[in-house]
């Protein structure tokens, strides 16, 4: 009893010391007035669907935005990924596992490919140079897009903090247009070694791919570098939605509050000047090449010269053909369906999945080194 009295007594105490020691001008801080700030940061809530009693549920994330006092949102602090439109989280759990199959056939096949040039000193040479940029350049676009995507279809994890969406935006978009200079070189090497064999080892030169390298590096940096910057300033006031598994510069001017036909605009024609004359040339390429083919006499000759351009030609049709459906799909316009989900995928995870695959079996150097590491590895 005196225990029982003793306890009460000490917890009496402790909470009178706890109300004496709270300043007089202290308030709670959900009745903290805001209005005259010119920006306050929204608490974040927990919205628990079904059961409102004591059942244990996992809690929905509402999105902390970033206001001014006129309820203006200026940016939301994250995004949330939808995936694929219309499709469970039963269903987006069980394509995890092909997706992260083919995550591991991406870094597999084009981490090989990088490795047996790198060592193979014979295949220092430009066509086998420009593969592995190549191979480099699908090894990061796949691990910027394919383990977030993992997350959200095996975890249903949805968010991506604002400046990271941002910054995987412009890497998606920098890395793409390295790829097509990348093809476009390689057109280019398969154009002097078809017409101008002579010449081939005098006009790409080490230090010239070298050069083209640095050249591409540099023009996808700059062409999208001020994306980020200029998206980060303007107000946006819709949803706070990307109906994707990553973020795409035409998804997110979709939620400014200003008008888009600018950033609309401004992106086409980023785009057409990058994609739109890289393909040009490398098209033009294509038609001198056949028109030096078709003038060779032996057709043994003419069907030997035209099949070292083969695998190149297989990856820039499954670099050209999505991006075309892509850039066709959202000019159409509309809301976003399966099919706009559809085509992004297939442009972004694609390429990084086929290239090594056509350039391992096509390419006898490589090919024969793959067979050559298996068989020691059975030994």
């Given at each position: 009893m005196l225990e029982l009295v003793g306890s009460l007594v000490l917890k009496g105490i402790i909470l009178g010391a706890i109300?004496?020691?709270?300043?007089?001008?202290?308030?709670?801080?959900m009745r903290s007035q805001g209005g005259s700030m010119k920006k306050r940061e929204s608490l974040t809530q927990l919205r628990f669907p079904g059961d409102p009693g004591f059942g244990i549920q996992k809690p929905q994330l509402l999105v902390p935005v970033i206001a001014t006092s006129n309820g203006t949102l200026v940016h939301p602090a994250y995004f949330l990924l939808v995936g694929i439109p219309g499709l469970g989280p039963t269903i987006h759990f069980w394509l995890a596992f092909p997706l992260c199959f083919m995550y591991a056939l991406v870094t597999l096949g084009n981490l090989t490919i990088v490795l047996i040039i790198r060592v193979e000193k014979r295949l220092h040479e430009p066509m086998y140079l420009f593969l592995a940029m190549l191979s480099t350049i699908?090894?990061?676009l796949s691990s910027i897009t394919m383990p977030k995507m993992a997350s959200l279809f095996l975890m249903g994890i949805q968010e991506i903090e604002f400046n990271i969406c941002l910054a995987q935006m412009f890497l998606i978009h920098a890395l793409l247009a390295m790829e097509s200079a990348v093809l476009l070189a390689m057109a280019f090497d398969r154009f002097v070694a078809i017409c101008h064999p002579l010449r081939h080892a005098s006009v790409l030169t080490g230090c010239t791919v070298a050069k083209i390298g640095l050249a591409a590096l540099t023009r996808g940096f700059v062409f999208f570098f001020p994306l980020p910057f200029i998206l980060k300033r303007l107000p946006y006031c819709r949803t706070h939605t990307v109906t994707r598994s990553f973020c795409l510069h035409q998804d997110i001017?979709?939620?400014?509050c200003t008008d888009t036909k600018v950033n609309v605009v401004c992106g086409l024609f980023i785009i057409l000047s990058v994609?739109?004359?890289?393909s040009r040339f490398t098209g033009f390429s294509y038609i001198l090449i056949l028109w030096a083919v078709l003038e060779l006499s032996p057709r043994g000759a003419a069907f030997k010269a035209f099949n070292t351009c083969i695998s190149h030609l297989c990856a820039v049709l499954v670099f050209y053909v999505p991006l075309i459906g892509l850039l066709v799909v959202h000019r159409l316009g509309?809301?976003?369906?399966?099919?706009?989900v559809v085509t992004a995928n297939t442009y972004l995870l694609l390429p990084p999945i086929v290239n090594p695959l056509v350039y391992g079996a096509r390419t006898k150097e490589i090919c024969s080194r793959v067979l050559c590491m298996f068989s020691q590895g059975g030994k």
């Amino acid at each position: 009893m005196l225990e029982l009295v003793g306890s009460l007594v000490l917890k009496g105490i402790i909470l009178g010391a706890i109300a004496q020691g709270r300043p007089r001008g202290c308030r709670s801080p959900m009745r903290s007035q805001g209005g005259s700030m010119k920006k306050r940061e929204s608490l974040t809530q927990l919205r628990f669907p079904g059961d409102p009693g004591f059942g244990i549920q996992k809690p929905q994330l509402l999105v902390p935005v970033i206001a001014t006092s006129n309820g203006t949102l200026v940016h939301p602090a994250y995004f949330l990924l939808v995936g694929i439109p219309g499709l469970g989280p039963t269903i987006h759990f069980w394509l995890a596992f092909p997706l992260c199959f083919m995550y591991a056939l991406v870094t597999l096949g084009n981490l090989t490919i990088v490795l047996i040039i790198r060592v193979e000193k014979r295949l220092h040479e430009p066509m086998y140079l420009f593969l592995a940029m190549l191979s480099t350049i699908d090894l990061v676009l796949s691990s910027i897009t394919m383990p977030k995507m993992a997350s959200l279809f095996l975890m249903g994890i949805q968010e991506i903090e604002f400046n990271i969406c941002l910054a995987q935006m412009f890497l998606i978009h920098a890395l793409l247009a390295m790829e097509s200079a990348v093809l476009l070189a390689m057109a280019f090497d398969r154009f002097v070694a078809i017409c101008h064999p002579l010449r081939h080892a005098s006009v790409l030169t080490g230090c010239t791919v070298a050069k083209i390298g640095l050249a591409a590096l540099t023009r996808g940096f700059v062409f999208f570098f001020p994306l980020p910057f200029i998206l980060k300033r303007l107000p946006y006031c819709r949803t706070h939605t990307v109906t994707r598994s990553f973020c795409l510069h035409q998804d997110i001017i979709k939620l400014y509050c200003t008008d888009t036909k600018v950033n609309v605009v401004c992106g086409l024609f980023i785009i057409l000047s990058v994609m739109g004359v890289d393909s040009r040339f490398t098209g033009f390429s294509y038609i001198l090449i056949l028109w030096a083919v078709l003038e060779l006499s032996p057709r043994g000759a003419a069907f030997k010269a035209f099949n070292t351009c083969i695998s190149h030609l297989c990856a820039v049709l499954v670099f050209y053909v999505p991006l075309i459906g892509l850039l066709v799909v959202h000019r159409l316009g509309g809301p976003a369906s399966l099919l706009h989900v559809v085509t992004a995928n297939t442009y972004l995870l694609l390429p990084p999945i086929v290239n090594p695959l056509v350039y391992g079996a096509r390419t006898k150097e490589i090919c024969s080194r793959v067979l050559c590491m298996f068989s020691q590895g059975g030994k």
